[in-house]
């Protein structure tokens, strides 16, 4: 707070806080005179029923003072008058830090030795093996599901398939790191010579099309810079990111419609780094999981 308002708002807070509080108690103190049990408000009902102006019982008023009490002794102990941190000089962020810093010490040392260890030995490690699989369910599968099959936009990590490369130091580069795979536009191609192209990448895997247009879209395959990312068999570049167009695995979906839209409007997709957030522990028994899913570990 202090490092965001001027000295004027930190006494405006104290002031206001301390007023309340103590306002509240004179109230109280008011409204607990006695004044009568033949002083009423002055409304009636039913011609006999009347409202009394009796003062709060005896127990709901001490409820509220020590209420008062307790406020003034909180404020006290703990932030909450503006730039006073309190008698027990509580934070969040040191209340964060202390509850990270017992987690390092006691679970830094299983995550230490595994970080020692080999991928793939971790990876056929069982319980190195649980404690990714929690890991993955708490940060991965908001994107990549449950059972690691991924949807819409998000690859199956479940498969043999790999957009970036499946050796085990690229995978745990890649929760690490993370990556940006991006598929430009070619609208400026037109839409011709997207439909012939999206025949074309759609004879690529056997999938139903139009032969006269994928021949057409081949011979556009090649001049138009699709064999840049692609490769010239359109088999993909790992290190580009860019994926194989020859198998059945499709990150958005495979029918004409959504392959004329990947080309003509580009995709671009982000898997976000964790280094920071999880540090290279985690990331070693997380990337140790996800090479399991696959079977990879066993290559």
């Given at each position: 707070m202090s490092d965001f308002v001027s000295e004027f708002w930190n006494l405006y807070v104290?002031?206001?806080?301390l007023v309340s509080i103590i306002g509240c108690g004179i109230f109280l103190k008011f409204q607990s005179v006695h004044k009568g049990s033949t002083d009423t408000t002055g409304h009636v009902w039913d011609e006999t029923l009347a409202e009394?102006?009796?003062?709060?019982?005896?127990?709901?008023?001490w409820m509220f003072y020590i209420t008062i009490v307790f406020a003034l002794v909180y404020l006290a102990l703990y932030p909450g008058l503006g730039k006073f941190q309190g008698v027990l000089g509580w934070s969040s962020v040191g209340q964060y830090k202390a509850e990270v810093k017992k987690a390092d010490d006691t679970y830094g040392p299983i995550y230490d030795k595994y970080l020692k260890m080999d991928l793939k030995a971790v990876a056929a490690d069982k319980e190195a093996n649980e404690m990714g699989k929690r890991l993955f369910l708490t940060y991965c599968s908001q994107c990549h599901g449950s059972d690691a099959r991924g949807s819409k936009g998000f690859p199956n990590l479940a498969d043999a398939d790999w957009q970036w490369g499946g050796e085990a130091d690229t995978v745990k580069t890649t929760i690490l790191e993370g990556r940006n795979g991006v598929m430009p536009p070619h609208a400026q191609l037109g839409d011709e010579t997207i439909k012939n192209l999206a025949n074309f990448v759609r004879s690529l895997s056997g999938l139903p099309h139009d032969a006269v247009l994928?021949?057409?879209?081949?011979?556009?395959?090649?001049?138009?810079?699709?064999?840049?990312?692609?490769?010239?068999?359109?088999?993909?570049?790992?290190?580009?990111?860019?994926?194989?167009?020859?198998?059945?695995?499709?990150l958005y979906g495979s029918s004409e419609a959504t392959i004329t839209e990947t080309i003509k409007n580009g995709r671009n997709n982000r898997m976000p780094a964790w280094k920071d957030f999880l540090g290279e522990g985690k990331v070693h028994i997380l990337a140790a999981y996800v090479l399991s899913l696959s079977g990879a570990e066993k290559k």
């Open positions: 104290v002031v206001i806080s009394y102006n009796n003062p709060l019982p005896a127990w709901w008023k994928a021949a057409k879209g081949k011979e556009a395959f090649g001049t138009v810079g699709c064999t840049g990312c692609h490769g010239p068999e359109a088999t993909g570049t790992p290190a580009l990111g860019a994926p194989n167009l020859t198998d059945k695995v499709w």
